[in-house]
């Protein structure tokens, strides 16, 4: 909890020094443009890719099976859809990776672990 305390401050505002970095380096209009650009194309990446993990969780039900993979795959899609709604160079890049599949399956591995050390530690309970 306290990495992602430090990560909603430091983040941001790394974003905003890149920001200005750019605008001074490349000027205002082109920056914008950037910015705009990718949330339009985040927009559409998420929901394609959303739309997709859908139609995998239903088929998994559909079997009789346990969507765990598809669930993952929503949270990061969710995930990298809102970082890249929010202005920022690497918000947009961390977007990006989350909503690709080769590399959303790196931040699904420490996902799966996080949620291992969780159950182990006590501080999720399963119910059966």
């Known amino acids: 909890m306290r990495y992602l305390f430090l990560l909603i401050i430091i983040i941001p505002a790394m974003d905003i020094g890149f920001l200005l970095f750019s ?3 490349f000027g205002v209009w082109p920056t914008l443009t950037i910015i705009i650009l990718t949330g339009i194309i985040g927009a559409y990446l998420a929901k394609k890719e959303g739309l997709e993990t859908l139609r995998r969780a239903q088929e998994e039900l559909r079997y009789g099976k346990i969507p765990g993979e598809a669930v993952l795959d929503g949270i990061c899609i969710l995930i990298g859809g809102t970082l890249l709604l929010t202005p920022g160079f690497i918000t947009d890049f961390l977007g990006f990776l989350m909503l690709f599949q080769p590399t959303r399956k790196i931040f699904k591995f420490f996902m799966k672990n ?3 050390k969780w159950i182990d530690r006590g501080n999720i309970k ?3």
Do not use: A, D, L
Request: net charge positive; hydrophobic share 35%; no cysteine.
């Open 126 to 128: 399963i119910i059966k």
């Open 114 to 116: 996080s949620f291992r």
């Open 23 to 25: 605008g001074k380096t």
